[in-house]
Structure formats: C-alpha cells, structure tokens
C-alpha cells in the first residue's frame, strides 16, 4: 500500500461529458503529480502541484485542468471528453518539490464509450 | 522536446538468466529515477541516481547513471519469475517536469 489513495478506480462515461478524478497524497507528502497512462504505453506527465501551487506543467490539455486543496488533495478535471481520452491516470505523491521519489496510487481506469 | 527512450521494448529470458535495460535521454538530466510496475499494478519507485558515474546495488539489481548524465541502465542478475513486470526510467532536466521512458516490458519464463 503506498498511502496514496485514488477515487474512482473505475468511470464510464460518454464522450462530451466532464469527469473529476481525486487524489490523496500520502501522510506529509506536499507534491501531487498526475499521469496518463494509455493501454501499453508509457507515462505522460500532465501536472504537478507543491503546496497548492502549480509547479509544471507537462503534456496537459487544454480541456483538462487540476488543482491541489488547502489539505493537500487534488483533483484532476477532464471534460469535453473524446474517445481518445481513454486510459489509467495515476496521481503519484513526493515529500518535496522535485528530486524526490514519487510514490503512486492505484489509478483510476476512464472509459469513454 | 526531450525525449527518453529505453531498449529493448521487450525482453524475454529464461529464468536464471540476465536482464538489462537501457535508457537514454536526448539531454543531460539532473537525476534518473528507476520504475518497477507489475501487470495490472502502479509504478513502484526503485531507487535514484544522482550522481556522473554513480552505480548503486540493490540484492540482484544493480543501476547506473553514465558519466555525462544522459543514460543509464538497469541489470538484473539471474531473474525470477517475481522480476516480471515493466520497468521505466524517469528523469528531469533542469525542471520540475518529470520524462519517463517508454519502458522495458519483461516475461520471465520458468
């Protein structure tokens, strides 16, 4: 168990429509990283928070969007939702700002039929 | 951009025998971070190199970082059927921005 703790594990939804994926970070974890995992692919980096502050920005669509919340949750919004949208999104917690290892939650498995 | 690419995509081995993976990125990178993650599973961190020339061990796995930062390998002595799984090198360049490989897939067969 890494401590960090995704919801949902799984959606199904429709293409156009708007999704809200959130993760816990660990216990004293500040940084929240978000990941787009499609089938048999590697990691694209979408977001990282510190502290409630955005602090890169990757391969993150216009359509998505994501914040970090005074107690350290973030969510990661998706709308306008394509077919293409369809993968695991990982969130992965770190103590600091950078440097550090990330620990990953389960993912949450986004359908879009 | 940059780009991180690692070899073999794929790898099968008879148990007992080596594996190794290598990753290499177009620039020169502030750190590598090495990925295990098992089918249906997360990403589970190994272990992070730092340091030109760095190797570090861990039991039958052993990690390097190349002299100008912009490789590194993973080897895996004698595998076991509990090695099996992807894994990713990640590194970053002078950013926050993490880039992550795209993975070596191996099968361990008994």
């Known amino acids: 168990d890494s401590g960090v703790t995704q919801t949902p594990k799984h959606l199904i939804t429709a293409t156009g429509q708007r999704v809200t994926l959130r993760c816990s970070p660990r216990?004293?974890?500040?940084?929240v990283y978000w990941y787009q995992q499609s089938l048999d692919q590697g990691l694209q980096f979408l977001i990282q928070?510190?502290?409630?502050?955005?602090?890169a920005k990757g391969n993150i669509l216009e359509r998505f969007s994501a914040q970090q919340f005074p107690d350290l949750h973030s969510e990661l919004n998706l709308s306008s939702l394509e077919l293409g949208d369809s993968a695991l999104y990982f969130c992965?917690?770190?103590?600091?700002?950078?440097?550090?290892?990330?620990?990953f939650g389960d993912g949450t498995r986004l359908s879009i039929l | 951009g940059q780009q991180v690419m690692q070899i073999p995509q794929y790898q099968h081995v008879q148990e007992g025998e080596d594996f190794t993976t290598y990753c290499n990125s177009s620039t020169t990178l502030s750190n590598i971070q090495w990925y295990k993650q098992r089918p249906g599973g997360h990403p589970v961190f190994l272990i992070q190199?730092?340091?030109?020339?760095e190797v570090k061990k861990q039991k039958r796995l052993t990690f390097q970082f190349g002299e100008a930062k912009k490789n590194s390998s993973l080897h895996i002595t004698a595998t076991q059927t509990t090695d099996v799984g992807t894994y990713f090198c990640a590194g970053t360049s002078g950013t926050y921005k993490y880039i992550f490989g795209t993975g070596t897939r191996l099968k361990v067969l008994a």
């Open positions: 992965a917690s770190a103590q600091g700002m950078s440097n550090q290892p990330q620990h």
């Open positions: 216990s004293g974890d500040l940084s």
């Open positions: 928070y510190y502290n409630g502050e955005e602090r």
């Open positions: 190199l730092v340091k030109s020339g």
